[in-house]
């Protein structure tokens, strides 16, 4: 193991021990500002829970630009169906399997915790040279960018910026897709069940989601979508009424699992199981190279005190699902500029029943931001024709490419003498935080990087050790360079 690997791994774990999920960051901030003054740094934190670290030029480098250091402090709190951790009060457990780090049935949260472990760690180490560094720790990335949203404009005083939360070491990312939210609600009408009708539960599961823009294109299955193609099998022919509904847990994750409670006639219990039998392995089929052993199951009837008495109506369970079956997933196109690079997607994250209505968020990404528009309003045009409200919103821009950047050049020279080949650039069907940061903070210069980290925001989420110890001298001889 690389000799700084280890010092960087143990502040990792520190870190994965305190809950941090989206919107929960008050503990993580809290830390840090405790770390800070404990180490003699100036911290600062703002309302939102965002928090610089102040860390001082080494000598013969103060009168080099200041470098921000950035990452974010949230993580995607994505388990297993069968995993009883609670994101609120448990510990992260980091387990080492072989080259790679992985959680027990959790994600890991190295996005983005290595980038908190490697800039404290770049803090104390006395042996790298380096200009003032602002550490700048954001609250809310996973949600929306918010925190970075949230900056003042006096915040930091740098402008150049080194963004620790790329996933592939050796790829330095220079742009990526802007992104908008859309959240659908369809007014249900409710009904009493017939004295014939019983309910089960359809359950969609056993699937590897991921991340849902960089993911997107690897033909992951989305359980949402699986969930409602059966849905619409069932009510071509057995006349189903919905009961409840509920898939997927995050705008940026493709949906892993997804369930429906429905009520028919137990007369007809043996054709709906066959139907569903059947189905499953069309989906198995469908997805053989990219999912493991996807699961489309039936069980009950319901009996007891936990059986429902009232369902939709059967107009409206037909709506309902028409509505859900007509959404678009997945990738909608490629760009014609960039080979290999999704310009635009969609993924259709989340799907429950509440409140007497259909609520469904669909989450929307592009690097042509007019594209982006026309993707949305297309959501929105079908949304309403199914007669639904609508609300977009939790937008942010697409950050452009700047090729002739002094700190992209400096990047790749500096990779190119460290380890004697070119770094690849790229542009990522992500949101990155530089997106935000560069259009609130006029002239910054930015690059992001990072250590290789497998299946983001999702249970299979892992970080290859070998990489942080790459990326680390990688960064050292970036920040040594400014003094040249």
């Not at 009424?241 to 043996?270: M, P």
Request: net charge negative.
């Amino acid at each position: 193991m690389h000799g700084k690997t280890r010092e960087i791994l143990d502040i990792f774990e520190q870190i994965a021990a305190i809950p941090r999920c989206s919107k929960h960051e008050e503990k993580i901030s809290q830390w840090l500002q405790q770390w800070a003054r404990d180490k003699g740094f100036t911290v600062r934190a703002d309302s939102a829970g965002n928090v610089v670290i102040e860390v001082a030029a080494s000598e013969r480098y103060e009168n080099a630009p200041p470098v921000v250091i950035q990452g974010h402090t949230d993580m995607v709190c994505e388990k297993t169906p069968d995993s009883a951790h609670d994101f609120s009060t448990d510990p992260i457990r980091p387990i080492a399997d072989g080259e790679w780090l992985r959680a027990d049935n959790t994600t890991l949260g190295a996005d983005n915790g290595i980038a908190i472990a490697m800039g404290l760690v770049l803090a104390t180490d006395k042996t790298v040279s380096h200009p003032e560094l602002e550490l700048l720790f954001t609250v809310d990335e996973e949600q929306g960018l918010t925190g970075a949203a949230k900056l003042a404009p006096d915040f930091i005083k740098g402008r150049i910026l080194l963004n620790i939360d790329s996933e592939d070491e050796g790829v330095l990312t220079v742009g990526c897709s802007g992104g908008k939210e859309t959240r659908i609600s369809l007014p249900l009408s409710f009904a009493e069940l017939p004295e014939d009708y019983q309910v089960y539960r359809i359950s969609v599961s056993g699937l590897r989601g991921g991340h849902s823009g960089v993911d997107i294109h690897k033909h992951r299955a989305s359980a949402n979508r699986i969930l409602a193609r059966l849905l619409g099998l069932l009510k071509e022919s057995d006349n189903i009424r919905l009961v409840s509904i509920k898939g997927g847990t995050a705008h940026n994750a493709i949906a892993r699992d997804a369930e429906a409670r429905i009520a028919f006639n137990s007369a007809d219990n043996g054709a709906v199981g066959k139907k569903i039998s059947d189905f499953e392995q069309i989906v198995r089929n469908e997805f053989a190279t990219s999912e493991k052993l996807p699961s489309v199951e039936i069980s009950g009837p319901e009996s007891g005190a936990g059986q429902s008495s009232r369902s939709v109506s059967t107009e409206d369970t037909a709506r309902a699902i028409n509505l859900m079956l007509a959404l678009p997933h997945g990738v909608i196109g490629m760009s014609l500029d960039i080979e290999g690079l999704v310009e635009t997607s969609t993924n259709f994250a989340i799907v429950e029943i509440k409140d007497d209505a259909l609520k469904i968020l669909s989450s929307q990404r592009s690097s042509v931001m007019s594209k982006l528009d026309e993707l949305s309003r297309r959501i929105e045009a079908l949304s309403a024709l199914a007669g639904a409200d609508t609300e977009s919103g939790n937008a942010y821009p697409a950050w452009e490419p700047n090729m002739d950047s002094p700190l992209l050049e400096r990047c790749k020279d500096t990779y190119q003498k460290l380890y004697g080949k070119q770094p690849s650039v790229e542009i990522i069907h992500a949101g990155v935080e530089c997106a935000i940061l560069g259009a609130k903070y006029p002239g910054m210069d930015m690059i992001s990087l990072g250590p290789t980290i497998e299946n983001p925001h999702s249970p299979e989420e892992r970080i290859n050790i070998p990489s942080i110890g790459k990326v680390w001298d990688y960064l050292v001889e970036i920040l040594k360079s400014f003094g040249q």
